[in-house]
């Protein structure tokens, strides 16, 4: 074995060390993939940037703008009285109703803006069925993944498996290659949720917001100052910090005139009105002075309190000021509204919110007034959004000259992919532009729309799969498992072990980091056993899209993880057991659906 095999196992394992700690951004991690690859001269420049302009990275490209012209026409929000009617019915027919609509969708539609569109419609149509949203975010995500692993298009990872095929000379995946499994894993899986999802997936209880308040540090409130006899100075310092209650004042008010960041020796006069923030309990014990006390009148407060509204944000993978700390994103300044708290990875934090990283699926609780909600609204509705409001969602109405214009597009370029009319990138390029010039959806949306951490990663994940080929490791561990499996036991193991493996790494690290790793293995086993690669390849793929034991090695997992208030050990009490399942089912089945 060379240095460069050694080099290029040293990459593989520190990054899938950084994955693991989420300390470094997945889109980093992927350049220095990329970078250290190149440098050190396992591959060449452009084998290294040769990723970006795979036909299978366009490809996702592409259907992300595709699904945001769908997604752009309120189409969601549409059917949200349909989804209503559901969740009031039986366990069984609610779950069945988001198999289809939200199963459906997902097949032909990026199914991370799905549910990410999804997760406000079914908490606010379970808030009025009175039943915990808890009970269907998790099969909400589930059987989008259902959906996503049953076409070519319905995932990044089934795109990526398929042009690593087609870059080793095995040519790509048809369209609906994987579809007659991905309808048994779906009908299994729904049958599953069904039966035991009541059962094993837990139902959370809502914060109620008199728990907010007693927890929150943050809050913003204004207060109005009348002289008193002091002894002192009526300074910021001196009349707030007496008994230890110091609190942020942002802003003094005085007759025309206002203060931003007053100093702590700034002079107070009657009738200064102050906005404060800080710990509620200590905003409880100022208020007991003489000469503080809340403004009650509507035309003096920025948040009057006959406006307050405390509103949650759920935010989206492709959001602008993820992996950004609060502090540095001015939110207040931007959209007009107060952070109070952040639900993350199953954990509830109110203090030291500055310094927080945020992070995709994460929930906001803010506090705004009235103008601050319409332009939260606004931002929603341009396109682009950096969130969605969560359980606050007003419907937008559905324009259904659009839909059919982005719905007959999207089947438009099913159909020449199927019938090879043009290849499946070219089909999906040609879509955006004909969405562009009839104005369905701008081309700042279709930038906006564009996960580009997915891209870069699976840029990444392509540079490494070169540099495993052109090393050796490939051939290496692929004959390691040939050697101790394949002339063991046969093809058959061989497909359940390459699942068994993709399917746990999967749960660790990225879905499409995982299948990297794997397919070009899988093609350097299937040589040297003398079979088909397709079996082993569609194993994988199959694999690295059905990740259910864990909240953070699928994006829609991710995206309920917070939303749902679940805990990381509710993942794994309804996921493990279906992973399982599905383990077997694919052990017994693709064999036969795709012979060696």
Not at 254 to 272: I, K, V
Not at 413 to 436: D, E, N, P, Q
């Amino acid at each position: 074995m060379g240095i460069d095999a050694y080099i290029t196992l040293g990459v593989m394992l520190l990054a899938m060390i950084l994955f693991i700690s989420e300390r470094v951004s997945v889109d980093v991690i992927s350049l220095g993939i990329i970078v250290v690859l190149v440098f050190s001269g396992v591959i060449s420049t452009e084998q290294g940037v040769h990723g970006f302009a795979n036909e299978a990275v366009l490809t996702v490209m592409a259907m992300f703008v595709l699904s945001a012209a769908i997604i752009k026409t309120n189409v969601i929000e549409g059917i949200s009285p349909a989804i209503t009617r559901f969740l009031k019915k039986s366990y069984g027919v609610s779950i069945s109703g988001l198999a289809i609509l939200v199963g459906t969708m997902s097949a032909f539609v990026n199914n991370t803006p799905v549910v990410a569109t999804f997760i406000p419609v079914i908490s606010k149509s379970a808030k009025k069925a009175g039943i915990s949203p808890s009970r269907f975010l998790i099969p909400l995500s589930f059987v989008a993944m259902f959906g996503g692993m049953s076409t070519l298009i319905g995932t990044s990872t089934n795109l990526l498996v398929s042009g690593i095929s087609a870059e080793n000379g095995l040519g790509e995946f048809s369209m609906f290659l994987l579809t007659p499994l991905g309808m048994v894993f779906s009908f299994v899986g729904v049958v599953y949720l069904i039966l035991f999802g009541k059962k094993l997936i837990p139902e959370r209880e809502e914060l109620a917001e008199d728990t907010y308040q007693n927890k929150i540090d943050n809050f913003l409130t204004e207060i109005r100052y009348t002289a008193a006899a002091i002894d002192e100075k009526p300074t910021i310092e001196n009349v707030f910090n007496r008994e230890n209650n110091y609190l942020e004042i942002l802003s003094i008010k005085r007759d025309s005139n206002e203060t931003e960041a007053p100093q702590t020796d700034f002079e107070l006069e009657e009738g200064d009105v102050l906005l404060v923030k800080g710990d509620m309990e200590k905003i409880r014990r100022i208020l007991k002075s003489d000469n503080l006390y809340i403004v009650n009148r509507f035309t003096e407060k920025k948040f009057p309190n006959e406006a307050t509204k405390l509103i949650e944000l759920i935010l989206q993978s492709n959001s602008d000021i993820l992996r950004k700390k609060i502090k540095d994103i001015e939110f207040y300044k931007r959209f007009t509204a107060n952070i109070l708290a952040i639900r993350q990875r199953g954990e509830l934090k109110f203090k030291n919110l500055d310094d927080i990283v945020l992070k995709s699926g994460d929930v906001l609780l803010v506090q705004t007034d009235e103008k601050g909600y319409t332009s939260l609204m606004e931002h929603q509705k341009a396109g682009g959004s950096p969130f969605l409001i969560f359980k606050e969602t007003q419907m937008g109405k559905l324009e259904i000259k659009n839909l059919v214009i982005a719905s007959l597009t999207i089947l438009s370029v099913i159909f020449c992919a199927t019938l090879g009319i043009v290849s499946i990138v070219m089909a999906g390029l040609a879509g955006i532009v004909f969405l562009a010039v009839t104005k369905v959806i701008t081309m700042e949306d279709a930038y906006k729309s564009v996960d580009w951490q997915v891209i870069f990663l699976l840029a990444g994940a392509l540079s490494l799969e070169k540099a495993m080929n052109e090393s050796g490791v490939s051939e290496l561990i692929g004959r390691l498992m040939v050697e101790h499996i394949g002339s063991e036991y046969g093809p058959y193991v061989v497909v359940s072990v390459l699942y068994f493996l993709t399917s746990l790494l999967t749960g660790i690290i990225s879905n499409n980091a995982a299948a990297a790793l794997f397919a070009p293995i899988a093609i350097a086993i299937s040589q040297g056993l003398n079979v088909s690669a397709t079996p082993l390849l569609v194993a994988i793929a199959f694999a690295g899209s059905a990740s259910f034991y864990s909240p953070i090695g699928y994006q829609t997992n991710t995206m309920v993880y917070s939303a749902g208030n679940y805990r990381f050990r509710d993942f794994t009490l309804i996921g493990l057991p279906l992973n399982i399942i599905f383990w077997i089912i694919a052990t017994i089945l693709i064999p036969k659906f795709y012979p060696f």
